[in-house]
């Protein structure tokens, strides 16, 4: 749970090795009223960063559940320094909500473990519509923000462990 101890849209400023890293964004288009403002929030961070879209693209994918595969697409044919995937999945009456959430969270670590390139969960799991507008721009940041810092963190120690 965020909280105003740990809430890293207030992300602390470090100096980051960053070599014109190639990043991919995608989004699902499922619950975009929430997904395209965690798009705005990444864009913005990788921009503030002096990142252009030369370093990064933006691609929709239909939901979640197939983030992980696009990202596995781009990584085979692209190879990016990372790949942010942005989502958001709001609790219903069924069951359905936690095959997704667990497949999506599941594959995406998989992936990153697996390939050695940094694959970012940005995905909400909430209860309710409420908690995913605060957690995209709300009392709670944009962990689409978080999700871009984490990928640039990432793609710096990558950057790092490989100068030794």
Same mark, same amino acid.
């Given at each position: 749970?965020?909280?105003?101890?740990?809430?890293?849209?207030?992300?602390?400023? !470090? +100096?980051?090795?960053?070599? $014109? *890293?190639?990043?991919?964004?995608? %989004?699902?288009?499922?619950?975009?009223?929430? =997904?395209?403002? @965690?798009? &705005?929030?990444?864009? &913005?961070?990788?921009?503030?960063?002096? @990142?252009?879209?030369?370093?990064?693209?933006?691609?929709? %994918?239909?939901? +979640? #559940?197939? /983030?992980?595969?696009?990202?596995?697409l781009f990584i085979k044919k692209?190879?990016?320094?990372? %790949?942010?995937?942005?989502?958001?999945?709001? &609790?219903?009456?069924?069951?359905? #909500?936690? #095959?997704?959430?667990?497949?999506?969270?599941?594959?995406?670590?998989?992936?990153? +473990?697996?390939?050695? !390139? *940094?694959v970012i969960f940005g995905v @909400?799991? !909430?209860?309710?519509?409420?908690?995913? /507008?605060?957690?995209?721009?709300?009392?709670?940041?944009?962990?689409?923000?978080?999700?871009?810092?984490?990928? /640039?963190?990432?793609?710096? @120690?990558?950057?790092?462990? $490989?100068? =030794?």
């Open positions: 749970m965020a909280s105003t101890l740990k809430n890293l849209s207030d992300y602390k400023k !470090t +100096t980051l090795k960053l070599n $014109n *890293p190639k990043i991919v964004i995608l %989004v699902s288009e499922w619950n975009d009223q929430i =997904t395209d403002v @965690l798009a &705005q929030g990444a864009i &913005q961070l990788l921009e503030e960063h002096q @990142l252009t879209t030369k370093n990064y693209q933006v691609h929709y %994918v239909p939901g +979640t #559940f197939e /983030l992980s595969t696009a990202a596995s692209q190879n990016p320094d990372a %790949v942010i995937c942005l989502g958001c999945v709001i &609790q219903g009456e069924t069951r359905h #909500f936690d #095959f997704i959430c667990n497949a999506s969270a599941n594959a995406i670590a998989q992936l990153g +473990t697996k390939t050695a !390139t *940094p @909400l799991t !909430t209860d309710n519509l409420e908690q995913a /507008l605060d957690r995209a721009g709300g009392k709670h940041g944009n962990k689409g923000t978080e999700a871009a810092i984490t990928a /640039l963190k990432m793609i710096s @120690l990558a950057n790092i462990l $490989n100068r =030794t």
